[in-house]
């Protein structure tokens, strides 16, 4: 299968911006989507972008682009301690319309 | 919005029995559900994916005989981990494909069951 890549681990103090990296490799992919976990719960959608779209920014929360590079970041700016969680990127690939997660990045927000 | 519910949140079975969980669309009629596994630290892998009224169709290495899926109605699917053991221990999400007036469609999860077999 496709493999989608982020780096494990981030830390960032409170009120500092966080990125978070994600690399995909299926270049067919329709929509790319960012999700927040928090401990022993389900996904949350925090925000989406359609692959013709290099930006998408909504309120603190910005997503980045490369289709080139298949290169996806999720901008968190003015960060809170609320944020700590594990970030998901996923793409939307296929005529089956499966979602492919990446595996995932722990933020941590200290103060 | 649209809301799954996923029963139960969390069940401690013995090895040997079977448990079934639940994942129901609130709102919303779900043509299509999406059943994952997540092992502690680690992405979501997905399991299967069920169609209402059909078979479901299972990822490569996942025991159908094991994981019965079961789509009977458009708002209720269902996970029966069968003879569990304690590898069966795991988190199990369930998501429905909803609709969504911009997405044309989204992607709702439950809040995920933890299995513990013992």
């Known amino acids: 299968g496709e493999d989608v890549e982020q780096s494990l681990f981030l830390s960032v103090r409170e009120g500092d911006s966080s990125v978070i990296n994600c690399t995909y490799t299926?270049?067919?992919?329709?929509?790319l989507y960012w999700y927040k976990q928090e401990p022993g719960a389900g996904l949350q959608l925090l925000t989406y972008?359609?692959?013709?779209?290099d930006m998408k920014q909504d309120q603190r929360l910005t997503v980045l682009l490369n289709k080139k590079d298949k290169h996806l970041s999720l901008r968190i700016a003015d960060t809170q301690t609320g944020d700590s969680a594990i970030y998901f990127c996923?793409?939307?690939?296929?005529?089956?319309?499966?979602?492919?997660f990446g595996t995932g990045t722990r933020l941590q927000v200290t103060l | 919005g649209a809301v799954v519910s996923q029963h139960p949140s969390r069940v401690i079975c013995k090895s040997g029995t079977s448990v079934k969980i639940e994942c129901r669309s609130l709102d919303f009629q779900a043509t299509t559900m999406f059943w994952y596994r997540q092992f502690p630290k680690q992405s979501l892998m997905l399991m299967a994916t069920s169609n209402e009224g059909s078979k479901a169709t299972y990822e490569q290495g996942v025991e159908k005989d094991k994981f019965l899926i079961n789509h009977a109605s458009l708002t209720l699917s269902t996970l029966t981990v069968t003879s569990a053991h304690p590898e069966d221990s795991s988190f199990y999400i369930c998501?429905?494909?909803?609709?969504?007036?911009?997405?044309?469609?989204?992607?709702?999860f439950g809040s995920g069951t933890r299995l513990t077999v013992v």
């Open positions: 996923a793409e939307l690939t296929g005529t089956a319309s499966k979602l492919t």
């Open positions: 998501s429905a494909r909803a609709p969504d007036r911009i997405l044309n469609y989204g992607y709702t």
């Open positions: 299926d270049s067919s992919s329709t929509y």
């Open positions: 972008i359609f692959s013709n779209m």
